[in-house]
């Protein structure tokens, strides 16, 4: 619990500073991942993905190693990119 405490507020630093970077995005991602909330993680990878990170550099962080074996996640690869972006 104390490591969520840190990391969420340092997290949405990150996120009010760069809110459009691709890999704060991904950032992001791997944070809640790794925190165990795979729900916002993927939120954060869809988010990353309509900014311009891509597959392969998902499927290329160790981090986000067990995300991208999800169903959820493989889904999401299977929509055209425009469907990835916020409307």
């Known amino acids: 619990k104390k490591l969520r405490e840190k990391a969420i507020p340092a997290m949405d630093a990150a996120l009010a500073r760069a809110p459009e970077d ?3 995005l991904a950032d992001a991602a791997e944070c809640y991942e790794y925190l165990g909330d795979r729900s916002r993680a993927l939120e954060f990878v869809k ?3 309509a900014k311009g990170w891509t597959p392969a550099q998902a499927q290329n962080d160790p981090a ?3 995300l991208i074996r999800d169903p959820k996640f493989r889904l999401m690869l299977s929509k055209p990119i425009i469907q990835l972006r916020p409307a």
């Open 22 to 24: 691709s890999s704060i």
């Open 47 to 49: 988010k990353a993905f």
């Open 64 to 66: 986000l190693r067990n």
